[in-house]
């Protein structure tokens, strides 16, 4: 399994790259999951669904499942500090590509997304996880890099980027155990 993470700030556009990429590495026959990190209280149930009405008596996990999905609803009784590597190892093993969106202080091989109109500063001068910059604005880079600079707007030249480069992004779940 090959894992690589996109971080940037809100607003920088990580999830269109993500949304376009999938389809970019599909094309070349991969199989895509993705690790998406939610700031917020979110919920993909809803009320009078039989599964929220099984979360709601008290149930810790419910799965629901179809010939065409499935899908895993865990409650957790205090906050549960999980890390992307906790949020990996519930992935299906047969995968081939890992986009992690989000967990940008993470020790996965990242590509940052950054835009020099968002006023953010850029990650990768204090991110050494930072392998490739993902830019609309290559020009505005606050600091020069010898990382690769990709354009944010071509999905297929990042996905022939990671392809290329694939060996690097080797996910072996014990290295960070």
Do not use: C
């Not at 999980?82 to 299906?92: C, K, R």
């Amino acid at each position: 399994m090959k894992v690589v993470g996109f971080a940037g700030f809100s607003g920088s556009g990580k999830t269109t790259l993500v949304e376009r990429l999938i389809p970019a590495l599909k094309l070349r026959g991969l199989r895509v999951s993705v690790v998406k990190h939610a700031h917020h209280k979110f919920d993909i149930d809803h009320p009078g669904k039989d599964t929220y009405r099984h979360r709601e008596a008290g149930a810790f996990e419910v799965v629901v499942a179809s010939d065409q999905r499935l899908a895993l609803i865990r409650e957790f009784e205090r906050p549960a500090q999980l890390t992307v590597h906790h949020l990996i190892a519930e992935l299906y093993e047969g995968v081939d590509w890992v986009l992690v969106e989000g967990f940008k202080e993470s020790n996965l091989q990242k590509v940052e997304v950054w835009r020099g109109a968002s006023g953010k500063p850029a990650l990768y001068p204090d991110d050494d996880f930072i392998v490739a910059i993902a830019t609309d604005s290559p020009d505005q880079l606050p600091q020069a890099t010898l990382r690769p600079v990709l354009d944010l707007n071509d999905p297929e030249a990042l996905a022939q980027w990671l392809t290329d480069n694939q060996d690097r992004f080797d996910y072996k779940s014990e290295m960070f155990a």
